[in-house]
């Protein structure tokens, strides 16, 4: 523990500098408004913001990003709040009671509510990240490649379970994901596997293209094919947070934070459902069910801190499996990857120190959305203003700009409009696109200790039963599928009962 806060205090000086800090400060303004205009997701921002760092220092380009992680999930909450639209996926539930608070004539409450929710679900997460990624680190040194097998698995198959409403559609788009990952040559003999005769096929789908293709150009296909209505935006009260609302609700708070964090470890859940979870939770618990939806405190405060605290959960899972915990964080490990970093079980070993600077990074991301959420409430809601056939060719350039420059390849662009229409007509349909994109980033992990665990065995399959841990894993995925089934089946099967 002493040498965690040795780590921590150093990661902290080491961030210091006037320019470090103003640089966290700007991506963090970076990531609200991206969070706040509709249609601009936070792994739409990710993916858009890693191509513009490829060229900068390692610990610059990950402060970048991180910061606009935390600060998009926070920005969802000003759409959310002043126009009933989410600005992200994360902020849906903010929507019932925060718009409601805004209609009543406080909207000003209800954003300092988020931005003190926000705050300390953020803080809560990042408890945890610090104190539990070296216990799970050194349990993870423990898995094999039999484990790790298993464990990609796992993430592509409860990230179709947990997201969407149907688990078949998720578990069909992790596996194209998967199918994605297996495009190019193979990594022992360099056997062209559907490339079809063609030169850039043969090189692989580069990971980054096709994130921003699913969830950038997707995203705008989609937002214009909603026709945004011209927003209105009232007067409102005063943003500074009552510390009585702090107060009364800290066990909310607590729980929502715990809540958030559980969720974020769970490989490809996403902050939407830790703030369905927390809202939920707080709902059962509360002594004012009956405000739910009607102007809750409680319920903003619930799912506020949830998404937020879900973010540096989402990271326990990369920094140690390197396994991501939701679509932003797989956005997130990729630029990792390409910067040099390496996550996983080694990463305690290797570079102790980059964990705590994620939390370091973290922490000033926390600092700037609160002087945001408190200072330029104002002047950033005006940016929801802004026409949408402004912004969507504006965005579109960064996608194809960003996509090219990483290798200097126009196949690159083909590859971004080629999973944005494939995303788009996959949203159109109902399948989710976190499960995809697990599948793309797993699909390499998984194939890998698929080929060692089978060279070590010598072709044997017993090994991926008869280990303790590899066991559990798998017992648990069949686990899984077998009771979504049931769930599908039984409804059906109810229907059928005579009268």
């Given amino acids: 523990m002493f040498d965690g806060l040795l780590l921590f205090g150093q990661s902290i000086a080491n961030f210091s500098s006037p320019s470090t800090v103003g640089l966290a400060l700007l991506a963090s303004l970076v990531g609200v408004v991206m969070g706040a205009l509709p249609g601009l997701t936070a792994t739409m921002a990710l993916a858009l913001m890693t191509t513009l760092t490829l060229k900068l220092p390692p610990s610059q380009a990950l402060l970048i990003l991180i910061c606009t992680y935390v600060g998009s999930i926070y920005g969802g909450s000003r759409s959310a709040i002043l126009l009933n639209i989410p600005g992200t996926p994360a902020s849906a539930a903010s929507c019932l009671d925060g718009y409601t608070l805004a ?19 953020t803080l809560i997460g990042m408890f945890f990240l610090a104190t539990l990624t070296p216990v799970l680190g050194g349990l993870a040194l423990k898995f094999g490649a039999y484990e790790f097998f298993w464990l990609a698995l796992f993430g592509v198959i409860i990230a179709g379970t947990l997201t969407g409403d149907d688990p078949l559609k998720g ?17 022992q003999y360099g056997y062209e596997r559907f490339a079809w005769g063609l030169r850039d096929l043969a090189g692989g789908i580069q990971l980054v293209p096709a ?44 729980r929502s934070g715990l809540i958030g964090t559980g969720v974020g470890i769970v490989p490809g859940v996403g902050e939407d459902v830790a703030a369905w979870s927390s809202y939920a939770a707080a709902k ?3 002594q004012e069910k009956e405000k739910f939806g009607k102007g809750s405190v409680e319920g903003l405060m619930a799912a506020e801190t949830g998404d937020n605290a879900c973010v540096p959960g989402a990271m326990i899972p990369v920094l140690t499996l390197a396994i991501p915990g939701s679509a932003p964080a797989a956005v997130l490990m990729a630029a990792m990857i390409i910067h040099g970093v390496k996550p996983g079980p080694m990463i305690m070993v290797e570079s102790p120190q980059f964990v705590y600077d994620v939390v370091a990074m973290m922490l000033f991301a ?30 579109f350039v960064l996608c194809a700009v960003g996509s090219f420059a990483i290798a200097g390849r126009l196949f690159d662009i083909y590859v971004m409009l080629a999973f944005g229409l494939i995303g788009f007509a996959l949203r159109h349909h109902g399948y989710p696109m976190a499960p995809l994109v697990l599948g793309i980033v797993l699909g390499d992990l998984l194939e890998k200790n698929l080929r060692r665990a089978l060279i070590l065995s010598d072709g ?14 798998a017992a648990l995925i069949f686990a899984t599928i077998a009771w979504r ?3 599908l089946v039984r409804p059906s099967r109810a229907g059928r009962a005579p009268a």
Avoid: C, N
Avoid at 106 to 115: C, D, E, P, V
Avoid at 371 to 385: E, N, S
């Fill in 103 to 121: 209609r009543q004539g406080l909207a000003g409450r209800a954003m300092g509510i988020a931005t003190t929710g926000s705050v300390m679900g």
């Fill in 171 to 187: 578990w069909i788009a992790g596996i194209a994901g998967l199918f994605v990952a297996t495009i190019g040559q193979e990594p």
């Fill in 211 to 254: 994130l921003v293709g699913a969830f950038g150009f997707a995203e705008l296909l989609t937002s214009m094919r909603a026709r945004q209505a011209p927003v209105t935006i009232s007067a409102f009260d005063t943003v500074i947070p009552k510390l009585r609302d702090v107060f009364q609700y800290w066990r909310t708070i607590l």
């Fill in 284 to 286: 059962r618990a509360s």
């Fill in 366 to 395: 926390t600092i700037g959305i609160l002087i945001y959420g408190l200072v330029l409430t104002k002047a950033l809601v005006q940016v929801l203003r802004v026409p949408q056939h402004l912004i969507v060719p504006i965005i």
């Fill in 460 to 473: 044997d399959l017993t090994p991926f039963f008869t280990r303790p841990i590899a066991a559990a894993v």
């Fill in 485 to 487: 089934v049931w769930s």
